[in-house]
Structures are given as C-alpha cells and as structure tokens.
C-alpha cells in the first residue's frame, strides 16, 4: 500500500472551505485513495475515495492530479462538527485492511 | 439502523490479567477486522476475518493476542498476560466485501483498554 504524506495540522474558519492535502508519489496504478476521519473518541468514518477521476459525495469532495502523486480533499462548508483527525490512505485492490498514518488533524473554528 | 457495537467500552487490567474485548459487526457483514490505536497515532491493523475464518493476523503484536469468531459473527479480541503497553484502543469493523473497488469499513466506537 502506497506511503501517504500529510501536514500534521491545519485550521479553518467555520463555513469556509477546508482544504486538505495528501502526498502519495509511490500510489502504484491498481491502488485507490481512501479518506476516513475520525472525531474525538469514536471510531474512523469512511468520507470518499476515489482511483484516478474527481469525486464528489454529499459529506466532501475528491481531486486527484492527474499523475495521482496527490490529492485534496474539500469540505466546502466547514462546520464545527467537522473538527476530526483526517486520514488519507493508500489502498490497493488486493487487499482490504486499510494502512492510517497519522492524519491531519483540522480545527474548525468559530 | 445498528452499527458496529464494542463490549466494554472502557477496561482496566493489572498487569498480567488476561481480558477479552468483544466486537457486534452489522447483521450480515461478512469481514470483520480489529485495528489497536496507541495515543496519538492512527490505527494499525492487527488481523481480519472474513465469516469464520482468519485470514490475516499478520498485525498480532506477539502471541499473547489472540482472536476467534466462531459462528462468523460475533468476535472476540484476547489478549493474554496483559502489558503496559498493550494500553490502547481497540476499534472493530465490519464491511460487506464485494466490489473490491469500493471497501467503506465501519467502525465501532472502540475499547479503551488500559494496563496498569
């Protein structure tokens, strides 16, 4: 499963976009990225992922560079609610458990 | 509808205690999978399930853990002689494996298990 590299941190207003980036220059061409966050003291919630093309969903959206070296994810209204750690994860096809590195952890402020 | 449940959701062991953690999937849900979670860091895997059958425990930390789910449902988590630093959460999920190409996992809200 494909390294991933993402910033520690990151803040951002309430009702703003959040914009969070994802390294994976080692993504090999049979592998997805997956995002999951996971909110103080429960368990990783699946968000979206995609292989190549940009998704969108109702919870975020998924732009992948078309080399698929990284990706960002975008919440487009942020809200309080969406305080989390978020993962970024390198999946492959043949296999299901999922590798998390350490996450960005996003403060939405007021 | 009912999510992936997780029995107790706090545990405090001596050390040397054995204890059991105790996974619910989603009624139907073929694979099953255990994560540890140390303060701080992301989840790693520990092993997975697919109905009754292990089929990955590469991520056992040593053999004093130990995990069964007999009748393909429910699962339970052992851990042996328990350490200080098997002091973690543990977070249980499920998924209905198909297409391989989409694999939302579902998580429970975990056991905090701490060692003293």
């Known amino acids: 499963d494909a390294k991933t590299t993402q910033p520690t941190s990151m803040d951002c207003a309430e009702g703003r976009a959040a914009n969070l980036p994802c390294n994976h220059s080692t993504i090999s061409g049979n592998e997805y990225v997956y995002w999951y966050r996971q909110i103080h003291s429960q368990g990783p919630q699946y968000i979206i992922h995609g292989l190549k093309n940009n998704e969108t969903n109702e919870m975020a959206s998924l732009i992948i560079t078309e080399d698929r070296k990284s990706s960002t994810l975008i919440l487009p209204h942020a809200t309080l609610r969406d305080t989390a750690v978020y993962y970024c994860?390198?999946?492959?096809?043949?296999?299901?458990?999922?590798?998390f590195g350490t996450g960005t952890r996003l403060q939405v402020f007021p | 509808g009912a999510g992936v449940s997780q029995s107790p959701r706090y545990k405090v062991a001596k050390r040397g205690q054995d204890v059991a953690l105790r996974c619910d999937p989603i009624?139907?849900?073929?694979?099953l999978f255990w994560y540890q979670q140390a303060l701080g860091q992301g989840p790693e895997f520990l092993t997975y399930?697919?109905?009754?059958?292990?089929?990955?425990k590469s991520g056992l930390p040593s053999d004093r853990f130990f995990a069964e789910r007999p009748e393909g449902s429910v699962s339970t988590l052992k851990i042996q002689r328990t350490q200080q630093e098997d002091s973690a959460v543990y977070l249980c999920?499920?998924?209905?494996?198909?297409?391989?190409?989409?694999?939302?996992?579902?998580f429970g809200p975990g056991t905090r298990l701490t060692v003293l």
């Open positions: 999920a499920s998924t209905q494996p198909g297409d391989r190409s989409y694999n939302e996992q579902f």
């Open positions: 994860i390198g999946k492959s096809y043949n296999t299901d458990k999922l590798i």
């Open positions: 399930f697919q109905n009754e059958a292990q089929l990955d």
């Open positions: 009624s139907g849900h073929v694979s």
